[in-house]
């Protein structure tokens, strides 16, 4: 099957135009310092969100805490860090009837998506980043992506290492690097075409219905280490924007390594992620629990070209292996019977300085047959075109091989 998404558009508007309008009032620096072309994150924007978002230029309203008795003051930006953002969608299939009987072809999405964002500095060491959104297949507003987070610095092994706590809802949306299911590519696709039925865990199985506590460091710019634990956070059976892949047993742990070099003028990150946990099914608050172990690897590599271009890959690969004990997972699994999983996900960016993409990209996702009705393969061709800094219109086509 092919199913060519033929137009979006997503604009972010704000009092500023220069920029994702809070974090760009807030540091006083264009989009382009912070992002290739959103929301691909450069160097310094992987390093103002791992600095926890806190980096400012704007005037500040302080207070000593002397009126309370010498207590410890506060600092307050006096523009708040609001945002919004604006996504529709049009979609052509070639295949109507992957479309199912209750979706017309030639698909208008207005809006297919529509975001406000508080996001920014709350204090001189702690930032946050949160969406609120409605989406048209639900028609209604979800507590979105957020993370909020702690950070310092220290001297370790005679050079500076970031450390820091993050709070957050969506194992990697803490992430820098674009390789991961939060950020990964393609950034934005149709609602309406067919996709393959089958994710990982991993791969927003958990997506706005945990709550995760972790720590980060990146050690002399260089090592980056990250440990979390993930609680459900559903009262009753589970929510959040992918069904419901069930309720967390106690807590599932995250973790995050990786380390990022540059040669010349060339970047390379390598990392691994992973997470395990025991989940009861949707239709259950306790009873028996599925088990779900996640590891993947990645990769990410930038080149400035010609001046203001640039060249950026990215690859990840996911392998799950899933213990049902439940009846409920995959074709029916229990006692402890295990199915695998892979996911893997390649894709390449020309970027003609900061106004306009091309992108090419190659998805699969196979495994045994009690987990996955079906493989899937194909490819993305995607190109895009940025007038203004802040606003973007894209063209993006998928076939099935």
């Known amino acids: 099957m092919k199913r060519p998404s033929v137009i979006k558009g997503a604009v972010l508007f704000s009092t500023n135009a220069n920029a994702v309008p809070s974090f760009a009032r807030q540091t006083g620096l264009p989009c382009q310092a912070c992002h290739t072309v959103f929301p691909e994150l450069t160097a310094f924007g992987r390093s103002f969100k791992l600095n926890g978002y806190t980096l400012t230029g704007l005037r500040q309203i302080e207070s000593t805490g002397a009126a309370a008795g010498g207590g410890g003051g506060v600092k307050i930006n006096e523009i708040p860090p609001l945002s919004a953002m604006l996504q529709v969608g049009f979609t052509n299939v070639a295949n109507d009837a992957a479309l199912g009987t209750n979706v017309q072809n030639n698909n208008v999405e207005f809006p297919q998506q529509l975001s406000f964002f508080f996001a920014g500095e709350i204090s001189p060491r702690m930032g946050t980043f949160m969406q609120f959104t409605y989406s048209q297949p639900s028609d209604h ?5 957020t993370d909020v987070r702690y950070a310092n610095h220290t001297t370790l092994f005679g050079g500076d290492t970031i450390y820091g706590v993050t709070l957050n809802n969506n194992p990697t949306v803490q992430d820098v690097w674009n390789t991961v299911p939060a950020w990964g590519f393609p950034f934005a696709s149709s609602d309406t075409a067919g996709t393959p039925a089958y994710s990982a865990l991993l791969d927003g199985g958990l997506a706005q219905d945990v709550v995760g506590l972790g720590a980060y460091t990146l050690v002399n710019g260089h090592l980056y280490i990250e440990a979390d634990a993930y609680r459900s956070a559903h009262l009753g059976v589970p929510g959040g924007t ?3 892949a069930g309720t967390i047993q106690n807590v599932a742990p995250y973790w995050r390594l990786a380390w990022q070099q540059n040669f010349g003028a060339n970047y390379l990150e390598v990392g691994t992620l992973g997470m395990y946990a025991r989940l009861t099914p949707s239709t259950y608050i306790n009873g028996l629990s599925d088990k779900y172990t996640d590891v993947g690897v990645d990769a990410q590599y930038e080149r400035p070209v010609n001046g203001n271009d640039m ?15 439940s009846g409920t997972v995959g074709s029916g699994l229990v006692n402890g019977e295990s199915a695998q999983g892979r996911t893997l996900r390649l894709d390449s960016t020309y970027h003609l300085g900061h106004w306009a993409t091309g992108t090419v990209a190659y998805f699969q996702k196979t495994g045994n047959s009690a987990l996955i009705t079906g493989d899937s393969r194909g490819y993305i061709l995607q190109a895009s075109y940025l007038p203004w800094e802040n606003t973007k219109f894209t063209a993006q086509y998928t076939g099935y091989t």
């Open 311 to 325: 060249v950026s890959a990215h690859m990840l690969y996911l392998y799950e292996n899933v213990n049902g004990y």
């Open 242 to 244: 992918a069904g419901g």
């Open 141 to 145: 507003f979800t507590w979105d992506n």
